[in-house]
């Protein structure tokens, strides 16, 4: 089985409150994840060398500073599934409509995003849509929340609470 770490919205303002927050995380929530993937709003990219012995795909947040290599959208391909990972943008309302719709013309089996802070796990016409929330700012969401995707036979989703 493969296991997959999933943050959003991390929000970090400097690389020590990241690298602190990320090394815990990796103890606990994301001990023997095989990747990670950051759907957007790091901030602070220096923040994600925490990450550096472990596979990472990110994307780039409404919040984020431009870098180079780091894509508004992509497809990560992993244990024969095709995962599509974007941010998100605008109100929460139509947020799932419009990050589905960035990905239109793919075949995906999982579509990863963030922006609301709110976790999001559930299927919808056999794709399985997926927002990790906040490990940071919850903004109303009852709980700080990172994801877990296992992936084997199928893809499955698991919201885990980090308060």
Not at 91 to 106: H, K, P, S
Request: charged share 25%; aromatic share 8%; net charge negative.
């Amino acid at each position: 089985m493969l296991r997959i770490g999933v943050l959003s919205d991390t929000h970090f303002l400097s690389p020590e409150d990241g690298s602190v927050f990320l090394e815990k995380l990796l103890q606990r929530e994301f001990k023997d994840v095989d990747l990670i993937l950051h759907a957007g709003d790091v901030v602070h990219p220096d923040s994600l060398i925490a990450f550096e012995e472990i596979p990472l795909y990110l994307v780039q947040g409404n919040m984020d500073p431009s870098q180079a290599g780091v894509p508004i959208r992509r497809i990560v391909e992993a244990g024969g599934f095709r995962i599509g990972l974007i941010h998100g943008w605008g109100a929460v309302l139509g947020l799932e409509e419009r990050v589905m719709a960035e990905f239109a013309d793919e075949d995906l089996d999982c579509l990863v995003y963030g922006h609301s802070h709110h976790w999001v796990n559930h299927h919808q016409n056999g794709l399985l849509l997926f927002n990790p929330g906040s490990p940071t700012d919850r903004r109303g969401a009852p709980f700080h929340s990172v994801g877990i995707l296992e992936l084997d036979e199928d893809i499955r989703g698991h919201i885990l609470s980090v308060d």
